[in-house]
C-alpha cells in the first residue's frame, strides 16, 4: 500500500494542494506530490471524453448509517477533506434526490481550498423541495434532472433537464450525456447508495472512490447494491489501489474496464 507524503499524523500535507485544481483544469503538467498519485488517474477518462468518478464514505463493513439511518459522521476529517477535494476537481456534484432531502447538503467546498463544483440533483418525480441548500444561488450552476411529468416549481436561475423514463427510471449514460452536453467533463456521482449503484449497474462510472473509516456499525445500509449474481465470474472487477487518508483508507477503483461510452451506450438503468 503506497504511504502518500504525510504529515506526522498520517493527514496529507495540504499545503501542495492549492494549485492542484487548476492544474488537473489548464495543463498537463503533473500534479505537485503527493497528489500525482492520488488525482492523477481521475485526469481524464479512457472510453469517452467524460471521467465519471463515484464515491462512498462507509464503515469497514460497508455501512453507511445505521439500521435507523443515523449516519452523520461515519468518516473523519481526513475523510470529509478527501471528498472535497473531489469536489474542488470536478465541473459537476451530482446526488440523488433522497440525499438531497434527508441531509440538505450544501455540496460546496468548504474544507479545503478550491472552486464549487456545479450542483446537480436526480429527481424523476419532482419531490425536491425549492428550499434545499444545494439549490442556493451563490454564482455556481444549479440543474435538476427530472422526468418528463414531475412538477417543478422552481427559481428561473435554475435549470430544469427533462429527461424520458422507463418505469420511473432515468438512464444513467441519458444523464452522463445530457451532463455532457451542458459542458461537463469531470462528473462526480457523490451518492447515496442508489444513485451511486444505479450508474455502476449501468457501466457508467470510470472510478470509484472508497473511503474506509475505522468503525463497524454491523447492521444497516450497504455502500453498493446490485442485482444478485450466481457466480464470482460475474463480479465487476476492479483493479484498486489503497491510499492513507489519516485514520481511514481510500479505495481508488479502476472501472474503465466495464465503463459503456456515452455516445454508444444502449439505453440502461
Ligand atoms: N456515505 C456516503 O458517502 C453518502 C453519500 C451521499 C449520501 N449518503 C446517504 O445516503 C442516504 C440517501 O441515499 P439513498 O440511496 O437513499 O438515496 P439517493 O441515492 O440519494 O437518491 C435516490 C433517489 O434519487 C432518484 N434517482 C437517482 N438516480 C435515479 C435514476 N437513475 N433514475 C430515477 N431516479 C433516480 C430516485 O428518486 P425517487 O425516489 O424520487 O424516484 C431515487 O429513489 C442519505 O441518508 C445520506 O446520508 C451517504
Known amino acids: 500500500m503506497p504511504h502518500d507524503a504525510a504529515e506526522p499524523d498520517g493527514i496529507i500535507n495540504p499545503d501542495t494542494w492549492t494549485e492542484v485544481p487548476r492544474i488537473i483544469r489548464e495543463s498537463e503538467t503533473p500534479l505537485p506530490p503527493p497528489w500525482q498519485d492520488l488525482f492523477g488517474p481521475l485526469r481524464a477518462g479512457s472510453v469517452d471524453g467524460l471521467m465519471v468518478i463515484g464515491q462512498c464514505g462507509q464503515s469497514i463493513d460497508a455501512r453507511i448509517a445505521t439500521a435507523s439511518g443515523h449516519s452523520h459522521y461515519i468518516n473523519g476529517a481526513a475523510g470529509l477533506a478527501h471528498l472535497h477535494r473531489l469536489r474542488a476537481l470536478v465541473d459537476a456534484v451530482v446526488v440523488g434526490v433522497g440525499t ?19 450542483r446537480v440533483v436526480i429527481d424523476p418525480s419532482g419531490r425536491l423541495t425549492p428550499r434545499a441548500r444545494l439549490l442556493a444561488n451563490d454564482g455556481v450552476r444549479r440543474l435538476v434532472i427530472a422526468g418528463p411529468d414531475a412538477a417543478i416549481d422552481l427559481s428561473p436561475d435554475i435549470e430544469v ?70 457466480r464470482i465470474e460475474q463480479a465487476i472487477r476492479a483493479p484498486m489501489r489503497a491510499h492513507i487518508l489519516g485514520d481511514e483508507v481510500l479505495l481508488d477503483c479502476d472501472l474503465s474496464a466495464q465503463r459503456i461510452g456515452v455516445g454508444i451506450a444502449k439505453k440502461s438503468v
Open 161 to 230: 433537464a427533462r429527461l424520458a423514463t422507463t418505469k420511473g427510471q432515468l438512464a444513467p449514460v441519458s444523464i452522463l450525456a445530457l451532463l455532457a452536453h451542458r459542458g461537463f467533463r469531470r462528473i462526480l456521482i457523490e451518492g447515496g447508495a442508489n444513485t451511486v449503484s444505479r450508474f455502476l449497474a449501468a457501466g457508467c462510472l470510470d472510478r470509484l472512490h472508497v473511503v474506509i473509516a475505522p468503525m463497524i456499525i454491523g447492521a444497516g445500509p450497504s455502500s453498493v447494491s446490485l442485482a444478485p449474481i450466481d
Open 100 to 118: 438531497a432531502q434527508a441531509d440538505d447538503p450544501q455540496l460546496t467546498v468548504r474544507r479545503v481550498t478550491g472552486p464549487n463544483p456545479a
